[in-house]
Nanobody
Framework: QVQLVESGGGLVRAGESLTLSCAPS????????MGWFRQAPGKVREFVAG????????VYADSVKGRFTISRDIAKNTGYLQMNSLKPEDTAVYYC???????????????WGKGSLVTVSS
C-alpha cells in the first residue's frame, strides 16, 4: 500500500517560516507531480501547491502565492513546501499527495498520509 509521510510541522508565530517535507514510504514517487493540501479545523481539504517532477513547473492556490514555495529533490525522493510569512489562517493539517497537473490544475490521487500539523499564533 502506498504511503506518504509528511513532516516538519509545528507551532510558529505569525510572520515566521516553516518547511514541510514529504517522502513516500517504501517506494519512490511514480506520478508526474506531487501536491500539498491542507485542512483547517471545520473546513474542507483545500489545494495549496503542486509541482511537476520533470520540469519543476508549479501551480499555487491564490492564498499562498508569493509566500509558499513547493520544490522537490529527486535524489532524495522528497518533496518540500517552504512556507514564509505565515498567517494564523494558514493553521491546518498539511498533506502531500501524488497526481498530475493539467491545464494549470492539480489533480491528486485519492490516498493520503497522516499529515503534519502547522499552527500559527497571532
Amino acid at each position: 500500500q502506498v504511503q506518504l509521510v509528511e513532516s516538519g510541522g509545528g507551532l510558529v508565530r505569525a510572520g515566521e517560516s516553516l518547511t514541510l517535507s514529504c517522502a513516500p514510504s517504501g517506494h519512490t514517487f511514480d506520478s508526474e507531480a506531487m501536491g500539498w493540501f491542507r485542512q483547517a479545523p471545520g473546513k474542507v481539504r483545500e489545494f495549496v501547491a503542486g509541482i511537476f517532477w520533470s520540469d519543476e513547473s508549479t501551480v499555487y492556490a491564490d492564498s499562498v502565492k508569493g509566500r509558499f514555495t513547493i520544490s522537490r529533490d529527486i535524489a532524495k525522493n522528497t518533496g518540500y513546501l517552504q512556507m514564509n510569512s505565515l498567517k494564523p489562517e494558514d493553521t491546518a493539517v498539511y498533506y502531500c499527495n501524488e497526481g498530475t497537473i493539467v491545464g494549470g490544475i492539480y489533480y491528486g490521487m485519492n490516498y493520503w498520509g497522516k499529515g503534519s500539523l502547522v499552527t500559527v499564533s497571532s
